[in-house]
C-alpha cells in the first residue's frame, strides 16, 4: 500500500475488509483521500531527458562500432515506439489465505512463482517461510502477469487474516487488476546504423529504454532480454547496445 506518497496510478492505498463483497465495495467508495499533485514523469522520452531511472544502464557491445559507422558507405539514424501489452491472464489476480493454529498461514493463490509469494508472505508477517504453506489450482493463464504480481494480493489477504484471524480472500475485478498491476514494457530505441550498397551491415549503435514504471519489478531480465535479441535474424557487424 502506497505509504504518504502514491508513486504510480491505481497504486492501492487502503484495504477494506467486509463480509460481502457489496460492503467492501461501499466502505472503499467511502473513502476520502487527499492528494498533493507532485511533478510526474510518465513518458519514457521524458524520463530519459530527467535521467529518471529505477535501475543502471548497461552496455552490450562488440567491435568498434563508431569506425565502422564513420566508414561505413551509407548511414540512417532514426526512432521508434515500441508499445506494451496487458498480459490479460484469463484469471485476474486472486488470492485465498487461511490462518493456521500454529501462527502461520495457508494462502490459495494463482501464481507462476509460488516460492516468491511464501517469501513476500513470511516477511510483511514476520514469519519464518516454513510457517507459510502454498497451495494453486491451475492458474487459467499467466503469460508472465503472475510471475510476481500475484504478491501482492496475498500479502494484503494475509495481513487482514492475521489482523482478524479469520480466513480472507481477494479476486481482482478485471478493471482494478488492469489498473494496478505492471504490463509487459513498452520500448522508445534510438538507433545509428552502418550499411553498404547490398544491404550488409557494417556497424550500428542502439539505444534501448524500457518504460520499467514506478519500480523494477522483472525489468532488468526483460530488458536484458531486449538487449539480447536485438540482432534478431541479422549479424550486426560490430555493435554497441
Known sequence: ????????????VIAVAADSLETARKAAMAAIIEYEDLEPVIDVVDALRKKHFVLDSHTHKRGDSSAALTTAPRRLQGSLHIGGQEHFYLETQVSSVMPTEDGGMIV????????????????VLGVSMNK??????????GFGGKETQAAGPACM??????????????????????????????????????????????????????????????SGSIVDRAMF?????YYLGDATI
Open 132 to 141: 507459510i504453506v502454498i497451495d494453486m489450482r491451475r492458474m487459467g493463464g
Open 108 to 123: 490459495y493463490t494463482s501464481t507462476q512463482n509460488p516460492t516468491e509469494v511464501q517469501k513476500l508472505v513470511a516477511e
Open 1 to 12: 500500500l502506497a505509504d504518504g506518497k502514491v508513486e504510480f496510478v491505481g497504486q492501492p
Open 229 to 233: 535479441h536485438s540482432d534478431n535474424a
Open 157 to 218: 489477504c494475509a495481513v487482514i487474516a492475521h489482523l482478524t484471524g479469520r480466513p480472507t480472500k481477494m479476486r481482482l475485478p478485471r478493471m482494478e487488476d488492469m489498473t494496478m498491476t505492471g504490463k509487459r514494457h513498452p520500448f522508445y530505441v534510438e538507433y545509428d546504423v552502418g550499411f553498404d550498397d547490398d544491404g550488409l551491415l557494417h556497424g550500428i549503435e542502439i539505444d534501448l529504454a524500457g518504460n520499467c514504471g514506478y519500480s523494477p519489478d522483472l
